[in-house]
């Protein structure tokens, strides 16, 4: 036994690590980035932005101009406060960290956002994961009853939800918001595809908070996330944050390019209509199952046997376009693949490799 293996816990032994897939020369189409860099203009720019930064300083935790600017932008509204994070991931940790009693629960709908799951088992919390119906509808009396019967501290919904794309009926979140004894938070990672949000209604929920992320607009790259919501549920998720979380050159490009948010939103709209265009193209493929979506990826199911959602995947990796694989994962997902949409020729070259892989 080596000394890591006597005092590792055992349960993160036998883990494994978020899995990342090596994307060099492949169409990447696995993670919901945005398939856009900044236009030239803005990009030189952020560059001088960056040269004229004091690195040799910690940043200033309170990093009071961008969560104004989060603030005005994004329409928060008046009365509630904003937790910058490391991207959503980190969020989702402090948020965690907050409500990690002895014995509480946390609560989603399964499958949704594997990261979840995992912070509540770091903190050693129950995970109950309310399975969707199989075409991954929310049974919401399934939720509700769930609600009732396990108390949770924290519920979290994704809107729209990943990897299934959809986004749940918000009179069913507002039953589940109410029937919650905790927290509930709704993840808007893909609020700009979704044309809808729950964030004007903060005041309206006392146990409701809105956690984004800039990720899927763009900027994956820099790690920015944050939760909107009353000071009393901000201040608490602070004192769980790491001092210095959100770095200078972040914040720095951050500021710089949500003043732009126009050119973030031009783009998150060509992503839109490419969706929109792609609908019908993946849905007339024989042999695949297309479900409803409402954010800038599409879940897919493969008909056929065990493998033969792995052996799509294959086709289309050997056809240099990189999609995401759900086989050997929860048996909900089997042979099912996430297709992130992309720029109008990488969607080409997706659809065109598709056709030969089916
Ligand atoms: C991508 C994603 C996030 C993570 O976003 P980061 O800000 O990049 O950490 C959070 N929630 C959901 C549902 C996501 O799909």
């Not at 509700?144 to 924290?154: G, M, S, Y």
Request: proline share 7%.
């Amino acid at each position: 036994m080596s000394a890591a293996d006597k005092v590792v816990r055992p349960e993160i032994r036998e883990m494994h690590a978020y899995p990342v897939a090596d994307a060099t020369g492949l169409v990447k189409l696995d993670v919901m980035e945005s398939p856009y860099g900044l236009p030239q203009a803005l990009a030189d720019e952020v560059g001088r932005l960056v040269a004229g930064l004091s690195l040799n300083r910690y940043p200033v935790p309170t990093a009071t101009r961008l969560r104004a600017l989060i603030r005005r932008v994004m329409q928060v509204p008046a009365g509630c406060d904003v937790l910058l994070g490391n991207g959503s991931d980190e969020c989702i940790q402090y948020v965690t960290a907050t409500v990690a009693r002895e014995g509480a629960v946390v609560m989603a709908p399964s499958p949704s956002f594997a990261v979840f799951s995992m912070q509540a088992f770091f903190y050693r919390l129950r995970f109950v994961g309310v399975p969707l119906r199989e075409d991954f509808t929310l049974d919401a009396q399934l939720f509700l009853d769930a609600v009732r019967t396990e108390k949770p501290a924290l519920v979290w919904i994704a809107f729209p939800n990943n990897p299934t794309g959809n986004a749940f009926p918000v009179a069913d979140i507002e039953r589940i918001v109410r029937a919650t004894p905790g927290l509930v938070v709704i993840d808007e990672a893909y609020q700009p595809f979704a044309g809808a949000t729950f964030m004007p209604r903060l005041a309206e929920f006392e146990n409701l908070v809105v956690m984004r992320t800039v990720s899927k607009i763009g900027m994956a790259g820099l790690r920015l996330g944050y939760v909107a919501g009353r000071p009393e549920w901000i201040d608490a998720f602070n004192k769980a944050r790491s001092p210095f979380n959100v770095n200078v050159v972040t914040e720095a490009v951050a500021i710089r390019l949500l003043e732009n948010k126009a050119v973030l939103d031009a783009l998150a709209a060509k992503v839109l209509a490419e969706r929109e265009r792609m609908r019908p193209e993946l849905e007339r493929l024989p042999g695949l199952k297309v479900y409803p979506t409402a954010a800038n990826f599409f879940l897919v199911r493969v008909a056929g046997g065990k493998g033969a959602g792995t052996k799509v995947f294959d086709g289309l990796k050997a056809q240099g376009v990189l999609v995401k694989d759900f086989s050997g994962g929860l048996p909900a997902l089997e042979n099912c693949l996430r297709l992130t949409v992309g720029t109008p020729d990488e969607n080409r070259i997706l659809l065109t490799a598709l056709r030969e892989a089916l």
